[in-house]
């Protein structure tokens, strides 16, 4: 077991133990390639690392040994290729197996790594490209991502080399698969200029703001001890056993259940390489391969309630949890109802790791968030900057970060020296997300600063309409956003999916609109009802909520 190399405990008595006492000691060198996935194929050469599967009858298992020698194969391939430490490689693989190979050797060769995700367009690869400094790119055999990358080269001159990975010819780019097969897989950890330190840069997020171009969050090589919290003590994974997060690599919930923490615990991850989300094909995955632990967005699950879930076998989920979005509770107890175990909600940023979560200590309430990871000093500040009383809504913010810095939290972004003064210069980092704290220390999700809504003087937070709404068998899913109105200021607009049997008319509408008037205060009534027949998500799960404020600012400008 590995964990009791960085945790003087691991376990704890209470909430209040874990708060108090859960330290991470973490080696001033320490490397996840060379301090978990090689540590694991030494101590348990036989060690299973990841099982992954598609749709079309594929599965491949990896052990921490198979996973340690490919990568030593990436990490000479790479350094024939002249890249060195600092330099940086995206990889845009959705949810291929060769991700966390690559991902592993450009940790051993000190190459910063930037994932990248299916729907970047030839203007956002460029400007990727260009804004890091992107000296290659190792892709998914996918025609779209192909078309967008090579419509990008020409403007991004930088780029040296592209790779395709599933053993894929094509003009232009490197095979992959075939080109590290060249390569020996021993591969000697640096002591020299090339050695890594746990502040070194290790991995950028590309993040999309409210305004400019997207920001690109900086992690260091301590990040991934910042998971255990986010995987042993919230999605609970066990040893040996089989976790499955549902994500795709570009995304920073890739980093939070799919490699660093779960690997860190010893727990085998579980990969389903999906051509497209259907409920009941991940139903059957979970049946088929005994899933222990599992996580997705509450928008899969709200899919999943669609099917028939008591039709499967789902006992050999030990535990659920949720993230991404905050989960409404209707679909907390119809989960209940029909596997006997709570959802525990988690909720975070790409910026750092799980902030707060159901930890074991206590129950997990539907509507919640859950309490404080006990890694960062979190506290709720109101528009005068004054720390909340309990059941006043302020916006969440990370405090004495100058003090000692947490291990997990990003340390910047990268090449923007006033946008990193101005995220955490002052100290502190205001996470712009708003919420509220009850007596018994549950914080509750208001929405992003950004989608509060500002009605004839009320501030009415997105969620809680939404959770109303979704509560009428109508309605399978609902965005709230706020619409320009010349009078109130903003009023609330829904955009429903409906449920099979249901069409959209004027009574349904009005149907609707009374249905919230009761279930929660009637001034958050949504004064304006528009049916859809999706929402446009990520491809994580997420709804686009920016794509929906911005659709509205031009539906409404000229009326």
Known sequence: M????????????????FMKNYKVEAPEDFNFAYDIVDAWAKEEPEKRALLWCNDHGEEKTLTFTDVSKMSNQVANMFRAKGLKKGDVVMLILRRRWEYWISAIGLMKLGVILVPGTLQLTKKDIAYRANAANIKAFVCVDDEYVIEQMELARPEAPCIEEVYLVDNKDREGWVNFNQEIAKYPDTFERPTDDQKTVGTDLMQIYFTSGTTGMPKMVCHNYLHPLGHIVTAKYWQRVQENKLHLTVSDSGWAKFGWGKIYGQWVCGATIFCYDMDKFYGKNLLEKIEQYKITTFCAPPTMYRFMLQEKVEDYDLS????????GEALNPE???RWEELTGHKIASGFGQTEGTVLIANFPWFESKPGTLGKPSPIYDLRIFNNEGKECENGEEGEIVICNIDKEAPIGLFVGYYKDKELTEEAIGTGSYNLKDVVWRDNDGYY???GRHDDVIKCSGYRIGPFEVESAMIEHPAVIECAITAAPDPVRGQVVKARVVLAEGYTPSEELTKELQNH???ATAPYKYPRIVEYVKELPKTLGGKIKRKELREEDERMYANK
């Open 516 to 518: 919230v008037k009761h």
């Open 2 to 17: 590995l964990l009791d190399r960085f945790l003087p405990r691991i376990d704890f008595d209470s909430y209040e133990d």
């Open 331 to 333: 679909v907390f107890n």
């Open 444 to 446: 509750w999700f208001v």
């Open 316 to 323: 050999s989920v030990e535990h659920w949890s949720t993230a």
